[in-house]
């Protein structure tokens, strides 16, 4: 059983959701992205998303293209990003980590060559923003068979039939974006994300995440109540942009916007065990 | 005069008769390149629009309105000009311009927004979105707006925006929004980058006008049905005028739409030798140029695979050229794969010779190209000498120079 698997199993007897943070590796240093990894453990993680810079983030707000070019300018490559986990497995074992980012540093490296030196850093999954159903089929089995898994984003506007298309080649979870727009940017809509889950409970077993606009402990709480792991990006990023270089205050503010958001969900866990409309 | 490959007993079975014509592929894809590649939020859009641009295939009255607005507002056909004091100067082949450069708007751009705005409007979309380089696109796509009386924004990167100052006002005066795009290098990838970003948050009401034959698909198959209007008109005036098809095609490629449009009905003539020309800036050993095809590899950017300038990383690397319309790292993945296949070659022109190109033919001709379409004039000259007498050349002018006034001075040392 892979490491995300083996964790969302573990949630799921326990009746918890997913905490999982964002950062973007190398903002603003390689050193800082280990650092800010094991205080976000500490502070209530259950996985870990680590975004791989590139000069061309399509799909992403100001927040996050800021991130990039902060990790570019001193040259953070997939290479040493790959080393960032590497570094931070010999210190934890047991907490997945997720690549995220586009797919050109990844087929630049050669699309097995990723895989299989992904799979030895300890990288557990790769969610790749620009692969589309249409070009998964080519992509996915790659990185399954090298043992990481897809994890494959489904959006509000994705229909029915492409959500069973989506889950044949998604291993891990499934992201759900939360609206559509790049990450960072308005707020949730959370009534309406329940009924937007459920075809997508109906196509797989995966766990489902949702990321894109949880900002608030009372956004990650709110998610909570529908989704099994409420994924943070912006809010965290945009403190590493306040505070940057200052690596000591970073990781406390980080560690401080993640123990609230973790606070927020447990609480909403135990109202839903306990029976509680939410 | 014919290109090497066509000759080839083994490719030419392989093949097929016709086959050129064929791509892409159900999936979007030219050989290996081409697809779609780009977040899940915009695949609904993408399955809309390919949808509804079937359709509108298959709609006489769509073919119809498309018909009469390249008449009536575009100014189609445009005339081959035989360019004979060129062509005489030279001594060899004998060079014919396709006179894009006389259309409304002033460039080959407009053949593509009128084709995309009117799927827009029969898409019901009331607000259009645009990128643009050199502002040539983004002038096309707000004067159709304008006219079908859509809202229009337009993206274009903040040092394009400096370059170009004079296409940026004439824009807004066509009541379009200019939004100035700071990141990254400020340039056209960058400006796609902003409008992606901007569709996916505004998928329901907007329609995305992509001016080039990049983009996911349908996008690159799309564009390059609107821009074929050129190679069509050309070919049958080229027939009419010298009784024979040219020897050989040039045009200036940054995106390719330009000569993908000119190239395009020419595919399956074998015998027709097909050259597109990238930007060579300093010189391609420089490092500081705009050309991918000549120096670059294959790679994932803007929703399709295609070559790319990028580092060893895969990261995008920036980009440099006189024509603010070649100066992007991607090009269209259809022209990657007649790189491929050897179909068409690919040969660049430094800023150096585009800016001498231009010079002359303004001089000579009276015609002032465009600094993209300047690109190829420099390499027909070239080639002209090389191929003799008794031959003929088409070159896609694809556009006229006015625009480019300002750099043309700066280039010189000269201000307005």
């Known amino acids: ?278 | 005069m014919s290109t090497t490959i066509s000759k080839d007993p083994a490719i030419s079975a392989a093949r097929g008769p016709h086959a050129w014509r064929n791509m892409p592929d159900a999936r979007g894809h030219f050989g290996p390149y081409g697809g779609k590649f780009v977040a899940e939020t915009l695949m609904a859009p993408l399955d809309e629009l390919a949808q509804a641009y079937a359709e509108a295939l298959r709609d006489p009255e769509f073919i119809a309105t498309l018909d009469a607005d390249l008449a009536d507002y575009v100014g189609r056909p445009t005339p081959i000009y035989y360019a004979e004091r060129l062509s005489n100067k030279i001594g060899g082949a004998r060079i014919w311009f396709k006179r894009e450069d006389l259309n409304h708007t002033g460039a080959h751009k407009v053949n593509n927004t009128i084709g995309q705005a009117l799927l827009a409007a029969r898409m019901g979309k009331t607000r259009i979105i645009a990128e643009t380089g050199a502002g040539q696109h983004g002038v096309a796509t707000a004067t159709v707006a304008a006219r079908l009386g859509l809202s229009c924004v337009v993206y274009m990167g903040s040092e394009d925006m400096r370059r170009q100052a004079t296409n940026v006002y004439r824009m807004r005066l066509l009541g379009a929004e200019v939004r100035p795009v700071e990141s990254g290098s400020k340039t056209l990838k960058d400006a796609m980058n902003e409008a992606l970003r901007d569709w996916v948050a505004n998928v329901d009401d907007t329609f995305y006008i992509i001016g080039t034959v990049a983009g996911p698909a349908p996008y690159p198959a799309m564009v390059r049905d609107f821009q074929a209007v050129i190679g069509r008109e050309a070919r049958r005036q080229m027939l009419e005028r010298t009784g024979r098809l040219p020897d050989a095609l040039v045009a200036c490629v940054g995106g390719g739409s330009n000569a993908i449009g000119l190239f395009y009905p020419f595919l399956d003539d074998e015998d027709v030798a097909i050259y597109g020309v990238e930007a060579g800036g300093d010189g391609i050993a420089s490092g500081r140029h705009a050309a991918p095809l000549s120096a670059g590899r294959s790679g994932v950017l803007h929703g399709n695979r295609t070559y790319l300038m990028q580092d060893d990383n895969g990261q995008i690397q920036g980009t440099h050229s006189i024509s603010a319309g070649l100066d992007y790292p991607g090009v269209g993945p259809e022209h990657s794969w007649l790189k491929d296949i050897g179909r068409a070659r690919y040969v660049d022109v430094t800023d150096a010779e585009a800016l001498d190109a231009f010079h002359e033919c303004t001089r000579i001709e009276g015609i002032m190209p465009a600094l993209e379409s300047a690109h190829a004039v420099a390499y027909a000259r070239k080639l002209a000498a090389e191929m003799g007498p008794g031959t003929d050349i088409l070159l896609n002018m694809s556009g006229r120079g006015d625009k480019d006034m300002a750099s043309v001075a700066e280039a010189a040392g000269e201000t307005l």
Do not use: W
């Open chain 1, 1 to 278: 059983m892979s490491r995300l698997a083996h964790r969302f199993a573990e949630l799921k007897r326990a009746g918890r959701t997913a905490l999982i943070p964002f950062l973007t590796a190398g903002d603003p240093s390689a050193d800082a992205t280990v650092e800010f990894m094991h205080a976000l453990v500490v502070a209530g993680a259950d996985a870990i998303e680590l975004g791989v810079p590139f000069t061309d983030p399509m799909a992403d707000g100001p927040v996050i293209q800021a991130a990039c070019e902060r990790a570019l300018a001193h040259g953070t490559s997939l290479r040493d990003v790959l080393a960032m986990v590497e570094r931070f497995r010999e210190r934890d074992s047991d907490t997945p980590v997720v690549l995220m980012g586009y797919f050109n540093p990844i087929d630049s490296m050669g699309l097995e060559a990723f895989g299989r030196r992904a799979h030895e850093a300890g990288v557990d999954g790769a969610l790749i923003v620009d692969m589309t159903a249409e070009e998964a089929p080519d992509i996915a089995p790659v990185l399954v068979k090298a043992g990481v898994d897809p994890v494959c984003l489904i959006a509000p506007t994705t229909g029915e039939a492409r959500i069973a298309r989506i889950c044949e080649n998604a291993a891990g979870f499934i992201y759900y974006v939360s609206f559509k727009g790049v990450t960072g940017a308005s707020s949730l809509d959370t009534d309406r994300l329940a009924a937007q889950i459920a075809p997508i409970r109906q196509a797989t077993d995966l766990p489902v995440g949702v990321g894109f606009g949880v900002r608030t402990p009372e956004n990650a709480a709110a998610v909570a109540a529908v989704a099994d792991a409420v994924i943070v990006g912006s809010a965290l990023v945009s403190q590493i942009a306040e505070y940057g270089n200052d690596t000591a205050t970073t990781t406390k503010k980080l560690s401080e916007t993640l123990s609230a958001m973790r606070a927020a969900i447990d609480s909403a866990d135990e109202r839903e065990q306990e029976g509680e409309s939410v």
